[in-house]
C-alpha cells in the first residue's frame, strides 16, 4: 500500500478574487493588548429585540398590524424588556401600530419601547409624536459613517457626517422635552450605521460629540450601538473593535455599548459573544435571525447558548416550537430544520454511532438521576451529540433517534425501547437491525417508529394480526398444559399448536417447562438448542404482559425468536415458536 504525504492543493479558481482586498488592509485595529480573549460571558447581556424593525423591514411582506402585535406579545411573554417597535415615520400603518400598542395600553412598565429614525427633522418629529403615551421611550437615531456611505450616498465630509449626527440628536432632545411629560421615561440610542467600516477614531469622534448633546449621567444613560450593518469581518476584529471602543470612550459608565451583528459571514452568533467578551453590554437581534440580507444575529441561539454554560439567558426558551410557530406565521418564512436549537431535526440522529451513544447516554442518564432521588438538576447533563436537553425546549425525547439506511442497532433498539418498551438483547438488536436495514436500502427513506413495529411485528411475531398483517408461519401456538412432577424438577408438557393449519397434540416431559417444549417439538424432527433466554415485564398491573426473547439453533441456523403475552411461561413458548417459524419459513 502506498500512502499519501502532507498534500497541499495548488490550483488557482476562476474566481475574481483578485476584486476584494483584506478587510483589515482597509480598516486596521491597533490593539495587541486586548483583553476580550480570556474573558468569559458569566451573566446575559441586555437583549434588545428588533424583529419588528430590522426583522420587519427585511421581510417580502411586511407584518399587518395583526401580526406585528403577535409578535410583540410574544416578545413579552418570553421575557424580552427592550423592543424596538418600528420605523413609526416610515408610513401611516407603522405610525398606527406604534399607536395603538400605546393606546391599548400592552406595554408593560417594565418593557423599553424604541423606535428607529433618520436624522432628518420631520422624521424625528413624527417618531417622537408616535411614542407619546409609552411608560418608557428611546428614540434610535442614525445615520451612515462609513467612507463609502460619506463618499457615494451622502456626499458628506467628516464633519458634515458628524454633524448630522450631532444635529440629529439635538432635535431629538428638544422635540423630546417639549412634547414628553414626566408620564414617560424617555431615553436616546444613537447608531453610527455600518461602524465596523468607519475609522475607529471618527466612530469614536462621533459618538462622543453625540454625547456632548446628551449629557449622559447617572440618571441619563445613553445607548450607543456598534453595528455591524453587514458583516465583513472575522468576530475577533469586531470584537478588537467594540474593545477599542469600550476602553476610549469617555463617560463609559454611564453608556451601555450595544452591538448589532448581521450574518453576511455566517458569524453573527460568534461576532455578538466575543463583543460581549470585549465589553459590549447589550445585544440586538432577532429571533431565528430574521433580518436584512442574511439576517440580524438569532437571539435564540444567543441565549441558548449561554444557557448550556449554565449561564441564565433571563429569556424563557421553554416551548420552542410555540415561538418557532409565531415567527413562522408573523414573518411568513420558514424556520430551517438545522437552525441551532429551534429546528426539527436538531435533536434527532440518525446515524449509527450517533443513535447508539445517545441511547446509552440516556440510559446513564436515568440511572444517575434515579442514583441522585431523582433530582434532575443535580445530574449535569451529559448525553453525547445532545449539547442540550430537548425537554428543557419543550421537546419530547420521540425524535431524538430516527431509523434510516444510516442507522444502527442502537436507534432501532432506542425506538423499540421507547415507543413500545422492549428491551432487545445486544444479539437480538444487530439481527432485527439488519432487516431493517434491508427494509431501508430497499425503500430508500426514513422507517418511522410505526413502520419500525410493522417490521418487527412481520418478522418475529407472525401469528399477531393486531397490526393489520397476514400472518404466516408454519407453526401456530394455541394452548399448553403444564404440570409440575412430583420430583419437583421435571416438568410435562401437552402442546396444542398447528402445523400447516392442521391441529396438533404434542406431549413431553423436561428438566423444565422450556425443555420440556423444546422435546415437544422435537417430536416433529424440529432440532432445537436453546442459547441465550432473556425477559422482561412490559407494564406493570394485574394485566402485565411479559416480553421473552430466545436465541437458538434451530436445524443447525441461529437466529432469535421474540414471544409476548400475558404469562412469562407462553412468552417463552412463543418466542421458540417465533425462531422456528423463523428458521423453517423458507423451507415450508
Ligand atoms: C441599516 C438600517 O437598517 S437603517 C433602517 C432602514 N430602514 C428603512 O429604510 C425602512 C423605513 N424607511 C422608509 O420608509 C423611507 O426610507 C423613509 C421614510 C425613512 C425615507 O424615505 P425617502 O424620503 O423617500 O428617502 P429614501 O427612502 O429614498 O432614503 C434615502 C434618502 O434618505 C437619506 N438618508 C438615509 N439615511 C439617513 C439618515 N440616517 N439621516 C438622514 N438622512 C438619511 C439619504 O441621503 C437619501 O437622501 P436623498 O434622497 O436626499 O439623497
Ligand atoms: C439602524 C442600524 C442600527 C442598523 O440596523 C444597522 O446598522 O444594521
Ligand atoms: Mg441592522
Same mark, same amino acid.
Given at each position: 500500500?502506498?500512502?499519501?504525504?502532507?498534500?497541499?492543493?495548488?490550483?488557482?479558481?476562476?474566481?475574481?478574487?483578485?476584486?476584494?482586498?483584506?478587510?483589515?488592509?482597509?480598516?486596521?485595529?491597533?490593539?495587541?493588548?486586548?483583553?476580550?480573549?480570556? $474573558? $468569559?460571558?458569566?451573566?446575559?447581556?441586555?437583549?434588545? !429585540?428588533?424583529?419588528?424593525?430590522?426583522?420587519?423591514?427585511?421581510?417580502?411582506?411586511?407584518?399587518?398590524?395583526?401580526?406585528?402585535?403577535?409578535?410583540?406579545?410574544?416578545?413579552?411573554?418570553?421575557?424580552?424588556?427592550?423592543?424596538?417597535?418600528?420605523?413609526?415615520?416610515?408610513?401611516?400603518?407603522?405610525?398606527?401600530?406604534?399607536?395603538?400598542?400605546?393606546?391599548?395600553?400592552?406595554?408593560? /412598565?417594565?418593557?423599553?419601547? +424604541?423606535?428607529?429614525?433618520? +436624522?432628518?427633522?420631520?422624521?424625528?418629529?413624527?417618531?417622537?409624536?408616535?411614542?407619546?403615551?409609552?411608560?418608557?421611550?428611546?428614540?434610535?437615531?442614525?445615520?451612515?459613517?462609513?467612507?463609502?456611505?460619506?463618499?457615494?450616498?451622502?456626499?458628506?465630509?467628516?464633519?458634515?457626517?458628524?454633524?448630522?449626527?450631532?444635529?440629529?440628536?439635538?432635535?431629538?432632545?428638544?422635540?423630546?422635552?417639549?412634547?414628553?411629560?414626566?408620564?414617560?421615561?424617555?431615553?436616546?440610542?444613537?447608531?453610527?450605521? =455600518?461602524?465596523?467600516?468607519?475609522?475607529?477614531?471618527?466612530?469614536?469622534?462621533?459618538?462622543?460629540?453625540?454625547?456632548?448633546?446628551?449629557?449622559?449621567?447617572?440618571?441619563?444613560?445613553?445607548?450607543?450601538?456598534?453595528?455591524?450593518?453587514?458583516?465583513?469581518?472575522?468576530?475577533?476584529?469586531?470584537?478588537?473593535?467594540?474593545?477599542?471602543?469600550?476602553?476610549?470612550?469617555?463617560?463609559?459608565?454611564?453608556?451601555?455599548?450595544?452591538?448589532?451583528?448581521?450574518?453576511?459571514?455566517?458569524?453573527?452568533?460568534?461576532?455578538?459573544?466575543?463583543?460581549?467578551?470585549?465589553?459590549?453590554?447589550?445585544?440586538?437581534?432577532?429571533?431565528?435571525?430574521?433580518?436584512?440580507?442574511?439576517?440580524?444575529?438569532?437571539?435564540?441561539?444567543?441565549?441558548?447558548?449561554?444557557?448550556?454554560?449554565?449561564?441564565?439567558?433571563?429569556?424563557?426558551?421553554?416551548?420552542?416550537?410555540?415561538?418557532?410557530?409565531?415567527?413562522?406565521?408573523?414573518?411568513?418564512?420558514?424556520?430551517?430544520?438545522?437552525?441551532?436549537?429551534?429546528?426539527?431535526?436538531?435533536?434527532?440522529?440518525?446515524? /449509527?454511532?450517533?443513535?447508539?451513544?445517545?441511547?446509552?447516554?440516556?440510559?446513564?442518564?436515568?440511572?444517575? =438521576?434515579?442514583?441522585? /432521588?431523582?433530582?434532575?438538576?443535580?445530574?449535569?447533563?451529559?448525553?453525547?451529540?445532545?449539547?442540550?436537553?430537548?425537554?428543557?425546549?419543550?421537546?419530547?425525547?420521540?425524535?431524538?433517534?430516527?431509523?434510516?439506511?444510516?442507522?444502527?442497532?442502537?436507534?432501532?433498539?432506542?425506538?423499540?425501547?421507547?415507543?413500545?418498551?422492549?428491551?432487545?438483547?445486544?444479539?437480538?438488536?444487530?439481527?432485527?437491525?439488519?432487516?431493517?436495514?434491508?427494509?431501508?436500502?430497499? /425503500?430508500?427513506?426514513?422507517?418511522?417508529?410505526?413502520?419500525?413495529?410493522?417490521?418487527?411485528?412481520?418478522?418475529?411475531?407472525?401469528? !399477531?394480526?393486531?397490526?393489520?398483517?397476514?400472518?404466516?408461519? $408454519?407453526?401456530?401456538?394455541?394452548?399448553?398444559?403444564?404440570?409440575?412432577?412430583?420430583?419437583?424438577?421435571?416438568?410435562?408438557?401437552?402442546?396444542?399448536?398447528?402445523?400447516?393449519?392442521?391441529?396438533?397434540?404434542?406431549?413431553?416431559?423436561?428438566?423444565?417447562?422450556?425443555?420440556?417444549?423444546?422435546?415437544?417439538?422435537?417430536?416433529?424432527?424440529?432440532?432445537?438448542?436453546?442459547?441465550?433466554?432473556?425477559?422482561?415485564?412490559? !407494564?406493570?398491573?394485574?394485566?402485565?404482559?411479559?416480553?421473552?426473547?430466545?436465541?437458538?439453533?434451530?436445524?443447525?441456523?441461529?437466529?432469535?425468536?421474540?414471544?409476548?403475552?400475558? !404469562?412469562?411461561?407462553?412468552? +417463552?413458548?412463543?418466542? =421458540?415458536?417465533?425462531?422456528?417459524?423463523?428458521?423453517?419459513?423458507?423451507? +415450508?
Amino acid at each position: 500500500m502506498k500512502t499519501a504525504g502532507r498534500t497541499t492543493y495548488q490550483a488557482p479558481s476562476a474566481m475574481p478574487v483578485a476584486k476584494y482586498r483584506p478587510f483589515l488592509d482597509v480598516n486596521p485595529v491597533d490593539l495587541p493588548d486586548r483583553t476580550w480573549p480570556t $474573558r $468569559r460571558i458569566t451573566r446575559a447581556p441586555r437583549w434588545l !429585540s428588533t424583529d419588528l424593525r430590522d426583522g420587519n423591514q427585511a421581510l417580502i411582506e411586511p407584518m399587518d398590524p395583526a401580526r406585528k402585535r403577535a409578535m410583540f406579545d410574544l416578545l413579552i411573554a418570553m421575557g424580552y424588556k427592550e423592543i424596538e417597535i418600528g420605523f413609526p415615520a416610515a408610513s401611516q400603518t407603522d405610525f398606527d401600530f406604534v399607536r395603538q400598542l400605546i393606546e391599548d395600553e400592552a406595554i408593560p /412598565g417594565d418593557v423599553v419601547v +424604541s423606535a428607529l429614525t433618520q +436624522s432628518r427633522e420631520d422624521l424625528i418629529h413624527r417618531t417622537i409624536d408616535a411614542l407619546v403615551g409609552a411608560p418608557r421611550a428611546n428614540v434610535h437615531l442614525y445615520n451612515a459613517t462609513a467612507p463609502v456611505f460619506r463618499d457615494v450616498v451622502f456626499r458628506a465630509d467628516r464633519d458634515a457626517t458628524k454633524e448630522l449626527a450631532v444635529s440629529g440628536t439635538r432635535e431629538v432632545l428638544a422635540y423630546a422635552e417639549k412634547i414628553f411629560d414626566d408620564d414617560t421615561v424617555f431615553g436616546y440610542q444613537y447608531s453610527p450605521e =455600518i461602524f465596523v467600516d468607519t475609522e475607529l477614531d471618527f466612530a469614536l469622534e462621533v459618538c462622543e460629540a453625540v454625547m456632548d448633546v446628551w449629557q449622559p449621567s447617572a440618571e441619563r444613560e445613553i445607548i450607543l450601538n456598534l453595528p455591524a450593518t453587514v458583516e465583513r469581518c472575522t468576530p475577533n476584529v469586531y470584537a478588537d473593535q467594540i474593545e477599542y471602543m469600550s476602553r476610549n470612550l469617555s463617560r463609559r459608565q454611564y453608556i451601555a455599548l450595544s452591538v448589532h451583528p448581521h450574518n453576511d459571514r455566517g458569524t453573527a452568533v460568534a461576532s455578538a459573544e466575543l463583543a460581549v467578551m470585549a465589553g459590549a453590554d447589550r445585544v440586538e437581534g432577532c429571533l431565528f435571525g430574521q433580518g436584512e440580507r442574511t439576517g440580524n444575529v438569532d437571539l435564540l441561539t444567543l441565549g441558548m447558548n449561554l444557557m448550556t454554560q449554565g449561564v441564565d439567558p433571563e429569556i424563557d426558551f421553554s416551548d420552542v416550537d410555540h415561538v418557532r410557530r409565531v415567527v413562522e406565521q408573523c414573518t411568513r418564512m420558514d424556520v430551517h430544520p438545522r437552525h441551532p436549537y429551534g429546528g426539527d431535526l436538531v435533536y434527532t440522529a440518525f446515524s /449509527g454511532s450517533h443513535q447508539d451513544a445517545i441511547a446509552k447516554g440516556m440510559v446513564r442518564r436515568e440511572a444517575d =438521576i434515579a442514583a441522585a /432521588g431523582g433530582d434532575e438538576n443535580a445530574v449535569a447533563w451529559n448525553v453525547p451529540y445532545l449539547p442540550v436537553d430537548p425537554h428543557d425546549l419543550g421537546r419530547n425525547y420521540e425524535a431524538i433517534v430516527r431509523v434510516n439506511s444510516q442507522s444502527g442497532k442502537g436507534g432501532v433498539a432506542y425506538l423499540m425501547s421507547s415507543t413500545r418498551h422492549l428491551e432487545l438483547p445486544r444479539r437480538l438488536q444487530i439481527e432485527l437491525s439488519q432487516i431493517v436495514q434491508r427494509h431501508s436500502e430497499v /425503500g430508500g427513506g426514513e422507517i418511522t417508529a410505526e413502520s419500525l413495529w410493522q417490521i418487527f411485528a412481520d418478522e418475529y411475531l407472525p401469528a !399477531s394480526t393486531a397490526e393489520g398483517l397476514k400472518p404466516w408461519g $408454519r407453526f401456530s401456538l394455541r394452548g399448553t398444559t403444564v404440570t409440575t412432577a412430583d420430583d419437583g424438577e421435571h416438568a410435562t408438557l401437552t402442546v396444542n399448536l398447528t402445523d400447516h393449519g392442521e391441529d396438533r397434540v404434542l406431549a413431553a416431559t423436561g428438566n423444565g417447562p422450556i425443555d420440556a417444549f423444546v422435546k415437544a417439538l422435537g417430536q416433529l424432527e424440529i432440532d432445537i438448542h436453546v442459547l441465550d433466554f432473556a425477559e422482561h415485564a412490559l !407494564s406493570t398491573g394485574g394485566d402485565a404482559t411479559a416480553a421473552a426473547y430466545i436465541e437458538a439453533e434451530v436445524n443447525g441456523q441461529v437466529l432469535w425468536g421474540v414471544g409476548i403475552d400475558p !404469562s412469562i411461561t407462553t412468552a +417463552s413458548f412463543k418466542a =421458540i415458536i417465533s425462531a422456528v417459524n423463523r428458521a423453517v419459513r423458507d423451507a +415450508s
